[in-house]
């Protein structure tokens, strides 16, 4: 999904309403802005709470074993 906005003449930005209900944010609420792999990333203040807490763990998978749970 590729969504556009364009800044106001106070370099603000209405977050569009589809990438509002993907993030689960609303009015009022915290979103982070993060650098990673040279782009810039947008997040609500709790999935990067979640992604700290929870850093990605490498895991091997057995011959044969699935990753449905």
Do not use: H, W
């Amino acid at each position: 999904m590729i969504k556009q906005a364009k800044l106001s003449n106070k370099c603000q930005i209405t977050v569009p309403k589809e990438v509002r209900k993907l993030l689960e944010i609303d009015k009022g609420d915290d979103v982070v802005f993060y650098i990673e792999d040279n782009e810039v990333k947008l997040t609500s203040i709790k999935n990067i709470n979640l992604k700290l807490k929870n850093p990605k763990k490498k895991t091997t998978m057995k011959k044969g074993e699935n990753n449905n749970g």
